[in-house]
């Protein structure tokens, strides 16, 4: 068995976070921070055998048939359960005796798995989404499945969905596509807002985006927000106020639709004042921080042309669109306000074969 190292990108929500997990569009650009993951083959042993150090998980081992079973600890999760979902949906596979997965239970040979993050999983840039994508893309690779990216998206939104019980998918789409894209409907429609169409998902993402970096700053606030409980806080007020939060929804998909089209003609600062009349509208929902607001207000007076929170809210990071000659105050300014600059570029590659 060959072995195969994949990488997939971190991602940062640019417009249209939490009304994304109702149907609405958002827009998601993919960052130069990548997660590596390599599977190869150990012999004499029917097991899966995971390494994940950037998230205390050494030597961590699982049998074929215990996949999904009993504790998983937190860091290896996706990757389990991603590889549960893979044997599954392959079916044929197993009964096949020539195949690659009955060579493994026939002549005892299992997996070897390791990670390794550009990213810390605090930063909310999507590790488990990287990591969910390059477990299913390593195996497709491994076993020769050749999985299209509607396809490896379907199993890794399906695995994330399985953990998580809820999420948009659009972190998904945004490890397998990269780029920049505008992000609908639980994945019905896909299409790179900067490169060429993906309009048909399986027809790929273009290029490898380098010519089409845009000014944003990245702000750490410092605290980890857990997103489930983030969007089930959301879920609750709309139970609350319907009417209400069905009209922040639609405000913010209104902001997505004008900042694609300001994304297309390259209008940063058009999408500046967008950016924040979307923090307005995450503000109605309950899910900014004061610390957040307070980075927010700082990169605006500095100079920013917009700011707003990225991601679920409730910590995680900022992001300010600033134009080169204001970037050394802007920056300053988010520090000031307590805040960590990422220094991350924008619109890159999807998931790749490394090797
Ligand atoms: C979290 O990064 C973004 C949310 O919209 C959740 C999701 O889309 O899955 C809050």
Redesign the pocket.
Known sequence: MKKVTVSAPGKL?LL??????YGHP?LVTAVDRRLYLSISAISNQQKVIINAAGVEVKGYEKSFDELGIGDIPKGAQFIEIAIKNFFESNPKIMKQVEDPLLRIHNDKIGLSIKTRSEFASMF?F?SSSAVTVCTIKALSEVFDRNLSQKELFDLSYKTVLDIQG??????VASAIYGGTIYFENRGERIVSVISDSIENPDSGISGNGDEEKFPLLVGYSGVKAD?VT??KQ?ALLGAQQPDVVNGIFQDIEKIVHHGREALEKKDFVLFGKLMDQNQDCLVKLGISTEKLNSMITAARDAGALGAKL????GG?CMIAITPNSSQQSVKEAIENAGGEIMNVSTNTEGVRVET
Not at 16 to 21: F, K, L, N, Q, Y
Not at 166 to 171: E, K, P, T
């Open positions: 929500m249209g976070e939490h009304a994304v997990v958002c909310g999507g809820n999420g948009s998918g659009f972190d997103t983030l969007v959301v990225s991601g679920a809210g995680d």
